[in-house]
Structures are given as C-alpha cells and as structure tokens.
C-alpha cells in the first residue's frame, strides 16, 4: 500500500514551497498582528492568480478539477510555514454554491471567489449557538422581496475585513430547530450591521456583528427557504481535508526543540524522552489526516474520520505547549515568548470548528454506537 503523493502532486508541492519564499513573512496563521489580514489578502490575490484557490472546483465552474490532495498540499504547506489558514470564500462558500446556489449566484460571486478578490467570513456562532447551530436565533422575516434580518453573531472571525458574511439565520418558527433555517449572503457594509472586536487569549481578534433591522434581497438566499441546514451540511463535509493541516502540529514541535536546544535543555534525558513522545503523537496525526484525506478523495463519509483528526491534533498542541511548561524554563510562562503564546494558542484550536467535546460525543455517537437507543 502505497501512503506517498504522486510525482505530480510532490511537483505541485514544490512549486507551493517556491511561492511561498516570496510569502514567509506573512505570519498570517495566526495573526499575531493587527494588521496580519492586509498581507494575508494579498497572499490569496496570488493564490487565486494562479488558480491555486479553485484546485478542486470542477472545470465547468472555472476550476481545475484536481483531486482534494492538491488543496491538502497547499494548505499544510501554508501551515508550516505560519502564513496563512484556507479561506471561507473559494472553499466552504464556493463549494455550497455550486450545489445548492442559483445560476446567478454562481456567475456573481464564483469568478471574484475564484480570484481571490472577495472574502466572507461565517456568521453560524450565537452567544447561545456555538456548538449547537440547530438553536440560531438571528431572524430573517421575510418582507416581499427583502428579508428583514435582527440578532446577533459572535466569535466571528474576520469580519473586520470581509466583504461579505455567510449568514445563517431562523426563517421557520422559534422552535423549528434545523428545519427553519436558511442560508444567506450579506454584505457587510449594509446599513443595520455594527462590528464590535472580541479580543482572544493569544492576543487575536474575533467579532461581534449586530444586525438591526438589515434589508436583504430575496435573491441573497442561498437554496430555498427553510433548507439552511442542508446548505451549511454538504459545505462542512467538503472542507474537513484543508481545516486542520497536519503540519502545523510538526511545527509546533520542531519549534519546541528549538528552544528546547537554545535553553540548553536538551542534555536532560528526561526532555528527550518527552520531546520523542511528542514526535510519535505528531505521526499519528499525519496518518490520522491522511486516513481522512483518503476517505474524502474516494468519496467515503468523512465525519467520523475528521473528528479524530481535529481531535488528535488539538489536544496535541496542548501537550507540545504544556511540555515548555513543564520542563521548567521561565520563558515558557512569559508573556511575548513563543512558547507561552503557542500555550494561549493551543487552547483556542480545541474550540474553533467544532469543540473536543462535540467531537467526543460525535465519535461516541457515530464510531461507536453509544448512546443510540437499541
């Protein structure tokens, strides 16, 4: 069995790697700058020159129709080198479109997607709507040809610099749960929306976004009206591949022996010892990713397969952090050093797209069958 990339994919790697170069300062990963989104913008304007944010899209749409281990490549790569993560837009957006979007809606946003020149950002998360979605309370009534939307969301990311949100919202009646939601798309200039900065442990920012009383057409629904969560489902299950690349854990630990060697830890036995405990977590979350890249490339369900994986490896930058910490040297606990803003970071990637709670009792549900009535 053979668990290597094609020569034609290691070539696509290389040219990822020689791109990046260019790139290295971007550090828009994590942006642990204010300003780390301007270089980021300008980083998917060349991806989307190059057609890099469209691998997987069919032809018909403009894409190059490539199998999802080209998007996997690019975006681990990306991830090594801290640069920057997948963009909502040309994937989970542009993948919800082609299936579910109208023909209108495909010829108006697909190409500026495709060219990296139009960013969203994903309004699903509420104060009491996070984990579970089927609870959104932001409303969408529908007023002739406008719906008329009011509520909240929180924890958004990027939508200080977005063009559009994704915005998933209630049409059906206040318990209709998943079966009353519709998917919308906003712009973010539209009078009626306020953007208020939710400051996050590593020094990031998130967002509030109010919507009071904001005037969107008809024609910004994405799908019918009430069949949201269908919309929102078969984007999430395209994009599992791309949202949690392996790699980045690798860095983490290479990163960690590097300071580990500077400090001059590395002569004590027991660091080593810990540091190759480290390294056989780091490859089971590459055969995790690649057991879920697999799954998806062949058209298998995924969602189990992804739950390890996001599992896995955000537990796992937790461990690589918590280790600095427990190894004893001060920097570890001081703030503005790398290793204690990679131990505030690790944190926030156990709770981003989808909490290790909501992954336990997903793999327990699905994997395992507990729970389920006999």
Known sequence: MDFGFSAAE???????????????????????????????????RELGARGWLSLSWPTQFGGAGLPPTYEFILWDEMAYARAA???MGPGLVAKALMSHGSAEQQDRY???LRAGTLNFCLGYSEPDAGSDLAAVRTRATRHGEVYRIDGAKCWTSNAHWADNIWLLARTGEPGSRSRGLSVFIVPLTSPGIEISPIPTLEGGRLNEVRFDGVDVPVENRVGAENEGWQVV????????????????????????????????LDTDPMVGQRLSLLAVKVREVEALSLALLGEITSGEPSAV?????????TLLCQDIARAAMEFGAAEAVVRGSDVEFMWRQAILETIGGGTSEVMRNLIAKQALRLGSKS
Do not use: M, N
């Not at 790697?13 to 290295?24: A, I, N, Q, T």
């Not at 397969?305 to 490896?313: D, E, Q, R, S």
């Open 305 to 313: 397969a992804a739950a390890y994986h996001k599992l896995a490896g």
């Open 110 to 112: 697909l190409p500026a």
């Open 233 to 264: 489902g078969s984007a999430l299950a395209v994009e599992r591949h791309v949202q949690f690349p392996p790699k980045r854990v690798r860095r983490d630990l290479e990163d960690l022996i590097d300071w580990v060697t500077e400090t001059g």
């Open 10 to 44: 290691e070539e696509f790697r290389r040219e990822v790697l020689h791109l990046l170069e260019r790139f290295r300062g971007t550090q828009g990963y994590f942006h642990r700058t204010a300003d780390a989104w301007q270089s980021v913008k300008v980083l998917y």
């Open 85 to 87: 993560r997948p963009p």
